[in-house]
């Protein structure tokens, strides 16, 4: 059974940062490109950083030189340090498997920016 676990979420004020982790089981870790996309209330969720398999990155324009995404495979675990968080970050942020014909999502986790 596969499974994904976020952490690292909660309430920062702007200009702080955060780290979430996710940490995954029941699946070959390095053979999934890995996500971080996030879901503000009533708006879509949205990719904010992904990683392949080979280490490459991308980024949302909106979060582009204040998050980094990296990943553990040894650990079976991927990353997002937040940096410089502004009040637009807020929103729960979801953790994604994906490979071909294969998609896991994690429960979520929240981060809100707030003063």
């Known amino acids: 059974q596969v499974q994904l676990v976020e952490s690292g979420g909660g309430l920062v004020q702007p200009g702080e940062s955060l780290r979430l982790s996710c940490s995954a089981s029941?699946?070959?870790?390095?053979?999934?490109?890995m996500g971080w996309y996030r879901q503000a209330p009533g708006n879509t969720r949205d990719l904010v950083a992904a990683?392949?398999?080979?280490?490459?990155?991308n980024y949302a324009d909106s979060v582009k030189g204040r998050f980094t995404i990296s990943r553990d495979n040894a650990k079976k675990t991927v990353f997002l340090q937040m940096n410089s968080l502004k009040p637009e970050d807020t929103a729960v942020y979801f953790c994604?498997?994906?490979?071909?014909?294969?998609?896991?999502w994690g429960q979520g986790t929240q981060v809100t920016v707030s003063s």
């Open positions: 994604n498997a994906n490979r071909i014909l294969h998609d896991y």
């Open positions: 029941g699946v070959i870790f390095n053979m999934y490109r």
């Open positions: 990683i392949t398999i080979g280490g490459r990155t």
